[in-house]
T-cell receptor, first 112, second 114 residues
Framework: AQKVTQAQTEISVVEKEDVTLDCVYETRDTTYYLFWYKQPPSGELVFLIRRNSFDEQNEISGRYSWNFQKSTSSFNFTITASQVVDSAVYFCALSGTYKYIFGTGTRLKVLA | EAQVTQNPRYLITVTGKKLTVTCSQNMNHEYMSWYRQDPGLGLRQIYYSMNVEVTDKGDVPEGYKVSRKEKRNFPLILESPSPNQTSLYFC?????????????FGNGTRLTVT
């Protein structure tokens, strides 16, 4: 069975702090894809990144970085120097064959 | 503009009154799917479709129906809505048949069943 666990329900940080959102997944598929999506207070869902199971290279995009480790089945997301605009719910997701499984989300509050 | 369009945005109905939430995409995507979002439960997949006339159940299909008669449209049908179907619903599409590409989401439909 596939499963995505985001153990952090809510995180509050002060602006400019770094913050890491954890994501742990379970799957028996050898080929799978991992995603992060952002849901700001306005409610839309925005794609941030995709990683496939054969690519364990970490990725950095501006203040965002992602650490994918197959050995621990984790795909963590770090925001460096957080800003108020980063306040949102962040979802980690797993796609194997046709089905999409989302975690329960982590609500990030960045305080000015 | 590439988009997924859901209608209506808000819907209040009564138990047992059949309703349809429409979803249309203009990106020629093969994969489409429906999700419901509930507090503390994240997004859960209801149904998905890999191509025209091909649909399958997600994790929470009970009480819902879908159809995919055309590539661009994927309506969600609640034949006899119940209060436990009160939720925020999202339609999404993806360019690859297996759903491996990023999902493009509609803006959501907030459904209240009284």
């Amino acid at each position: 069975a596939q499963k995505v666990t985001q153990a952090q329900t809510e995180i509050s940080v002060v602006e400019k702090e770094d913050v890491t959102l954890d994501c742990v997944y379970e799957t028996r598929d050898t080929t799978y894809y991992l995603f992060w999506y952002k849901q700001p207070p306005s409610g839309e869902l925005v794609f941030l990144i995709r990683r496939n199971s054969f690519d364990e290279q970490n990725e950095i995009s501006g203040r965002y970085s992602w650490n994918f480790q197959k050995s621990t089945s984790s795909f963590n997301f770090t925001i460096t120097a957080s800003q108020v605009v980063d306040s949102a719910v962040y979802f980690c997701a797993l796609s194997g064959t046709y089905k999409y499984i989302f975690g329960t989300g982590t609500r990030l509050k960045v305080l000015a | 503009e590439a988009q997924v369009t859901q209608n209506p945005r808000y819907l209040i109905t009564v138990t047992g009154k059949k309703l349809t939430v429409t979803c249309s995409q203009n990106m020629n995507h093969e994969y489409m799917s429906w999700y419901r979002q509930d507090p503390g439960l994240g997004l859960r997949q209801i149904y998905y479709s890999m191509n025209v006339e091909v649909t399958d159940k997600g994790d929470v299909p009970e009480g819902y129906k879908v159809s995919r008669k055309e590539k661009r449209n994927f309506p969600l049908i609640l034949e006899s809505p119940s209060p436990n179907q009160t939720s925020l619903y999202f339609c999404a599409s993806s360019s690859t048949r297996q759903g491996h590409s990023p999902l493009h989401f509609g803006n959501g439909t907030r459904l209240t069943v009284t």
